[in-house]
């Protein structure tokens, strides 16, 4: 079984690497679409640009995503480290820990985003196919990533199943019609203020001392459409689940 990996998907070039003095600053993004609803009252949140308000926006966008069980997370002993080591750390308190129960059901990895309203029947039709279609297609979930977009927010890696061309969740975009992309990231922690240089050297240690790992290789069994008013889908609701049937 062969799964993809950093260079053939976008991770390669993408981890946020920080240097001796260096100090983690939010970025933009993540000022704009996360800061406003893990800590409201942060004099750095930007509270009103494009179509986003205060971290929300009017108009539901729609996701055809991979669910994450964040039950079989907690039993998995590499997570267990992972967050043990977070919540040890000298900025521990500024991590939005109040975040993880609010989404442990709908913890994901968005596979394709932008999903138009009109095309949703087709979709799910389009999604059981897939699933359904032999051979069983597979994917591991790897290990923690932060990027130098959304920078504040820690992910874990999925490394979906090399194909002939590519890989199975390209394959599926391309059957919808839709955009290729090549990051496919479960968002787990946020922080809720910038880090001074200890703190950014500390979270550095733990960036590099688990970005490596796998946490499980499964089966893809199940996708879900989602929707939500909010990146962190603090506002979403599962529009359909679609289970493999074979």
Same mark, same amino acid.
């Given at each position: ?18 240097? #001796?003095? %260096?100090? @983690?600053?939010?970025? +933009? /993004?993540?000022?704009? =679409? ?61 991590? #939005?820990? %109040?975040? @993880?129960?609010?989404? +442990? /059901?709908?913890?994901? =990895? ?65 059957? @919808? ?70």
């Amino acid at each position: 079984m062969n799964f993809t990996d950093d260079k053939m998907l976008g991770y390669d070039n993408a981890y946020q690497v920080f240097s #001796a003095g %260096d100090e @983690l600053v939010l970025d +933009k /993004n993540y000022r704009r =679409a996360h800061l406003p609803l893990v800590n409201s009252s942060h004099p750095d949140v930007i509270a009103n640009d494009e179509d986003y308000c205060m971290g929300t926006y009017n108009t539901h966008r729609r996701s055809i995503v991979l669910p994450v069980s964040d039950e079989r997370l907690r039993q998995t002993t590499t997570f267990i480290h992972i967050e043990k080591a977070l919540r040890n750390a000298s900025f521990a308190s500024k991590i #939005a820990w %109040d975040l @993880l129960e609010k989404r +442990k /059901n709908l913890l994901h =990895a968005t596979i394709s985003s932008g999903l138009k309203d009109d095309c949703v029947e087709l979709a799910i039709e389009t999604l059981q196919t897939f699933l359904d279609t032999e051979p069983v297609k597979k994917y591991r979930l790897g290990g923690v990533f932060m990027g130098p977009v959304n920078t504040g927010r820690l992910y874990l890696k999925v490394y979906p199943e090399e194909t002939g061309s590519g890989h199975i969740f390209g394959e599926l975009q391309s059957l @919808l019609g839709l955009q290729q992309t090549s990051f496919f990231l479960v968002g787990y922690f946020n922080l809720t203020e910038h880090l001074n240089k200890p703190e950014t050297m500390e979270l550095s240690e733990i960036l590099n001392r688990y970005c490596n790992e796998t946490l499980w290789e499964d089966e893809l069994r199940e996708l879900w459409l989602i929707s939500t008013h909010d990146d962190l889908v603090l506002s979403g609701k599962i529009s359909k689940k679609i289970f493999r049937s074979i």
